[in-house]
């Protein structure tokens, strides 16, 4: 029996938080604000984003929990739906995404599978990509230039067919 072997490859760069623009580290700071905002009582893990829109706007989220586990929402998707359902025909340009919580700080925290796949959504919506900013440590920044490095072989049912190339 013949396999077919699909292959994908993804970038994402550390860059030292030092190397960021003013308004890549502006954004990083919003995501700070919102981490302060977040509701975690639960899992006392907070999680903070930032959206830039092309006009310059900033849409801040932070994690929401509830008693009934499901019902809560992730920092980011929190930002990005709060984007889409006030700024639904403005471009996004950038997310940053952080949080302030020891483990995260000292290790890392990369987004959720859901929330790749909406960021990834958000970027498809629109023609121009989202650049993604994580901060991994404190002096750390990840970057991704697309949704498309953080969620390769994405759900995706264009032509039918589960795709690697979502563009
Ligand atoms: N969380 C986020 O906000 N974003 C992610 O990408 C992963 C997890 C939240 C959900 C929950 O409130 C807490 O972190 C612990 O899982």
């Not at 930002?79 to 483990?103: K, N, T, Y």
């Amino acid at each position: 029996m013949k396999y077919e072997v699909m292959e994908t490859s993804c970038k994402l760069t550390l860059i030292d938080a030092a190397d960021l623009t003013k308004q890549e580290s502006e954004l990083l700071t919003k995501a700070h604000e919102a981490a302060a905002k977040a509701y975690a009582p639960y899992s006392g893990f907070r999680v903070g984003s930032a959206v830039r829109l092309k006009s310059g706007q900033i849409v801040m989220g932070s994690n929401q929990e509830n008693i009934a586990y499901p019902s809560g929402l992730c920092g980011e998707r929190v930002a990005l739906f709060a984007a889409g359902a006030q700024f639904p025909d403005e471009e996004i340009e950038a997310l940053a995404v952080v949080s302030p919580s020891p483990v995260a700080v000292e290790k890392a925290f990369l987004p959720c599978g859901g929330c790749r796949q909406v960021i990834l959504e958000s970027e498809t919506r629109q023609s121009t990509k989202i650049k993604i900013l994580l901060q991994v440590r404190n002096e750390v920044v990840l970057v991704s230039e697309s949704a498309i490095n953080l969620i390769p072989f994405a759900f995706n049912v264009k032509n039918g067919a589960l795709r690697a190339d979502n563009h």
